[in-house]
């Protein structure tokens, strides 16, 4: 499995108290249970749009996952048959995707009663059962299929303006772009991108700038456009309120185009604050490939990762190639550098990080140089480049004034007579690198601070909490312990 596949890989776990661990009642199928959830999500997304609450719309979209997970063709036939009107042609072109039943069922009474029959659907329920549907078809491998229900649900969505569809409509954007980068066809939906995002931005739609550039981010990427990546991030403002999965992603892009650019401190600090955003009981995929970047690049900032990050039982096997890989790097060991990079190459440029691995060559170099000064006072730029493995007493002089100049040693070369001399240790108290370990300490602490404050919930309509009568008071409560479950599987969406 490649790298992006894996990046994409929807990661989901089973929530004690999840929809998907009712037992079904004496005379009510999986089916039916299915069919009511998804009526309830509906009924949610009709409230929401009702009510202006887009509160309730979010309750109704975080539920796509628990359906997708049960859903079939005979669920989402009776659905749409439900929901639609009896002439409607996008009635009709939804029930070409799916398969025909085997019995047919009565769905006269299925569509809730506050609704009247026969009229014209809410865009909003459109969307979401179109979105339902290509769900299915991109679960059952149906690829082309997906294509023409993905491109027509763009299609509806271009000629709506409705802040109701925002939250929905940036589902429909990631769905759009992950059928398009199963069927290899990645490329072609750039420039469409790149008008949504126009819109979006224009309409201060936040919830789709966010999709849209994260998706752009990952369209660059994927074709290893990293100019093109970082004029993007440079001339857009990623919303503030984003949530913590789009700004997950986003960290881990920038992380990747900082790696690139040779910024390795900025690279580590968005690849930490990509991996705790990211969910901690779900998204394996995600935080397994940003540990690979993250160890990388602090393998390049010429530090050693911490040996209980490898023993993660999530983490461990992914790893291996990178411990070993690390263990290389303490060592200084030039040649079993050499080994594990033959031997872990197909690996390494499947996950993308082959090109920062070959860099970490001159890090163990500079690593055994470092080891050389602290073992001898005194010894010959020969025996350093046979120690090295090295070309030349030429190629060891060259290097070990590289690393004098960056600081990587105290010693000094004498070029007559061919020698390094090291020079006696100094008290590292005495400089400013305990300074700035602790500078680095306090603005990664004050960073995490800020990032915690921002991803605060809070619960809407909060300034007039005291007026609620003691009835919309339960009811709120029991909202919001059903509010606390979805979350959980909120968290668990689809990976890039």
């Known amino acids: 499995m490649s790298s992006e596949e894996k990046e994409n890989q929807d990661v989901e776990m089973e929530e004690a108290g999840s929809s998907e661990s009712k037992v079904a009642p004496p005379g009510k199928d999986k089916d039916l249970l299915t069919f009511e959830d998804a009526r309830e999500a509906l009924k949610l997304v009709e409230?929401?749009?009702?009510?202006?609450?887009?509160?309730y719309i979010s309750r109704g979209v975080r539920s796509i996952q628990t359906i997708r997970k049960r859903q079939n063709d005979a669920v989402l036939r009776r659905l749409i048959v439900a929901y639609f009107p009896t002439v409607s042609a996008t009635k009709d072109l939804l029930l070409q995707f799916l398969e025909e039943p085997m019995d047919t069922e009565q769905v006269s009474d299925a569509r809730p009663r506050s609704s009247k029959p026969n009229t014209q659907t809410i865009p909003e329920l459109e969307?979401?059962?179109?979105?339902?549907v290509l769900l299915l078809l991109i679960d059952n491998k149906k690829i082309d299929q997906a294509l023409r229900c993905s491109d027509q649900l763009m299609e509806k969505l271009i000629k709506e303006n409705r802040?109701?569809?925002?939250?929905?409509?940036?589902?429909c954007y990631y769905y759009h772009a992950r059928v398009y980068q199963m069927a290899n066809q990645f490329s072609a939906v750039r420039s469409f991108f790149h008008l949504r995002l126009r819109t979006a931005t224009l309409r201060h739609d936040e919830d789709g700038q966010a999709v849209l550039i994260n998706l752009l981010l990952w369209n660059y990427l994927h074709y290893n456009l990293y100019e093109q990546a970082d004029k993007l991030v440079s001339k857009s403002t990623f919303p503030q309120n984003a949530n913590n999965n789009e700004w997950a992603r986003h960290l881990f892009y920038l992380g990747r185009i900082r790696a690139i650019q040779l910024d390795y401190s900025e690279s580590h600090r968005h690849l930490i604050q990509a991996i705790r955003k990211a969910p901690q009981s779900g998204a394996i995929g995600f935080k397994q490939t940003a540990h690979k970047?993250?160890?990388?690049?602090?393998?390049l900032l010429g530090e050693i990762p911490d040996k209980a990050t490898f023993r993660d039982p999530t983490l461990k096997k992914p790893l291996l190639p990178y411990f070993r890989l690390t263990q290389t790097v303490r060592s200084g060991d030039l040649i079993h550098f050499n080994e594990v990079l033959q031997q872990y190459k197909q690996k390494f440029v499947e996950e993308k990080t082959y090109t920062l691995i070959i860099r970490l060559r001159h890090n163990v170099i500079k690593t055994g140089i470092r080891m050389i000064s602290l073992s001898y006072s005194r010894i010959s730029l020969a025996d350093i480049a046979v120690k090295l493995q090295l070309d030349s007493p030429q190629d060891a002089e060259y290097i070990i004034a590289k690393a004098i100049r960056d600081g990587v040693i105290e010693a000094s070369l004498d070029h007559e007579a061919g020698y390094m001399q090291s020079k006696e240790n100094i008290d590292i108290y005495s400089t400013?690198?305990?300074?700035?370990?602790?500078?680095?300490?306090?603005?990664?602490?004050?960073?995490?601070?800020?990032?915690?404050?921002?991803?605060?919930?809070?619960?809407?309509?909060?300034?007039n909490k005291d007026m609620v009568s003691a009835e919309e008071r339960r009811e709120r409560e029991q909202q919001d312990i059903e509010l606390a479950k979805e979350m959980a599987d909120e968290e668990e969406e689809d990976f890039p």
């Not at 969307?127 to 339902?132: C, D, K």
């Not at 802040?163 to 589902?171: E, G, K, P, V």
């Not at 970047?293 to 393998?299: I, R």
């Not at 680095?440 to 605060?456: E, G, P, W, Y």
Request: proline share 5%; with cysteine.
């Open 47 to 55: 409230r929401g749009v009702s009510h202006k609450e887009t509160w």
């Open 127 to 132: 969307v979401y059962l179109n979105l339902l």
């Open 163 to 171: 802040r109701t569809l925002d939250q929905l409509s940036s589902r």
């Open 432 to 463: 400013k690198e305990p300074q700035e370990a602790f500078h680095h300490r306090i603005t990664f602490c004050l960073d995490i601070h800020n990032q915690s404050v921002k991803a605060m919930r809070y619960p809407p309509k909060s300034f």
């Open 293 to 299: 970047f993250a160890l990388v690049v602090q393998l």
